[in-house]
């Protein structure tokens, strides 16, 4: 495994950890990851080799989630699901 699937996937396990340590069961934060990593891959798609444009509208994609931190950025994420969830 490369370093940065390694970091990767010790990103994913720290946020599993604090999604468990909130108190949310395991299908609740492995639906949570689903979408966090959905979010993510829309955005790879966009940079090189792929260079696709986005589906995702700005302001509900990934790189709207990383200016953020603490409350402003769990009210943001909720947001973005419920905006993502009216689009076609």
Known sequence: MSNQSQQIVQKLWNY??????DGLSYGDYVE????????????????PPFNK??????????????????????????DVLEKLGKEK
């Open 16 to 21: 599993c950890s604090v999604l468990r340590d």
């Open 32 to 47: 949570q990851l689903t979408y966090l990593l959905f979010l993510k891959m829309a955005d790879e798609q966009t940079k």
């Open 53 to 78: 444009p986005s589906r995702i509208p700005e302001g509900l994609d990934w790189k709207s989630l990383l200016d953020r931190d603490g409350e402003e950025l769990e009210t943001h994420y909720r």
